[in-house]
């Protein structure tokens, strides 16, 4: 299992504390941790932790959401994002995970412009800081108000926009774009360009109840994980595989019961 990792999201109802604790018994390499889950923390004394226990901090989630009616909204948006800029470099984490944003009612150009204006504003901090960004493309469904960045070809343009390939990358979430018919060539391109950062997985319920919180275990849904992950794997990338579930349903139930059946499911997929 060296490249599962687990987001603290995904074990929402843990701290940061017993994430750690529970993940390196299981012998779960990687950790992502949620900006949440270290809030009024000592992230020197976080970072100390994650070290001892052997797991590995893959990224931070989550910066973005840069689009915004106003001038003053936006200014305060890319000063959340320098203190996440912050809050990595201090945890040791090498990434930011960028969940773009977006404004109901703004037209998605203006929206996409403003994602591009508000990370070439924060990208010089970050290349100082020597942490890495990464956009997470999100499924349609979110284009009124998560993110206007929907697809792995959108991610690309705003890469070819901004350069900076060392540390402007992409993240790759099955749960948003398994749906599309361009996805492996649009995969194939962010290898090409150096540009895959993060491979993030989970499944697609049918019927999804939720379209946020109802996320399912690898293999309990349709989605062709394995193929999406062979497409990844094929173009060089050799990160972590990062679970990451948000589910009502899982969160109510014993979450040491929850991280078994992750790695049994993680086991199932990549044996």
């Known amino acids: ?23 390196a018994q299981r012998q779960i390499r990687g950790i992502t941790v949620w900006r949440q889950a270290i809030e009024g923390k000592d992230l020197s004394h ?12 893959v990224s931070l989630c989550r910066g973005g959401f840069f689009p915004a009616v106003s001038t003053d909204a936006r200014q305060k948006a890319i000063e959340d994002n320098l203190r ?13 995970v960028l969940v773009c944003g977006a404004v109901p009612g703004m037209r998605l150009s203006e929206a996409r412009k403003q994602i591009a204006d508000g990370i070439a504003a924060v990208l010089p901090a970050a290349e100082q800081a020597g942490v890495k960004l990464a956009i997470e493309p999100l499924h349609p469904l979110y284009a009124d108000d998560r993110s206007a960045v929907n697809t792995m070809a959108q991610a690309n343009q705003i890469c070819d926009l901004l350069g900076s390939p060392a540390s402007l990358g992409i993240a790759v979430d099955v749960y948003h774009v398994w749906w599309d018919d361009q996805l492996q060539q649009q995969i194939e ?5 150096n540009r895959l950062f993060a491979f993030h997985i ?18 309990d849904g349709c989605i062709d994980i394995r193929q999406i992950s062979d497409w990844v794997d094929a173009t060089g990338f050799n990160g972590y595989r990062e679970v990451e579930i948000f589910s009502n349903r899982w969160w109510s139930q014993d979450q040491h019961d929850f991280l078994d059946r992750i790695v049994s499911s993680y086991q199932d997929l990549y044996r």
Do not use: Y
């Open 189 to 193: 391109l962010t290898g090409r360009t």
């Open 1 to 23: 299992m060296k490249r599962l990792c687990v987001h603290t999201i995904t074990t929402k109802p843990l701290s940061i504390e017993q994430c750690i604790e529970q993940f």
């Open 84 to 96: 996440a800029i912050d809050q990595a470099a201090a945890i040791g984490a090498p990434l930011i």
């Open 202 to 219: 989970c499944d697609w319920l049918t019927p999804t109840t939720d379209l946020l919180n109802d996320r399912g275990l690898m293999g």
């Open 46 to 57: 976080v970072r100390r932790q994650i070290s001892e226990s052997g797991l590995e901090i």
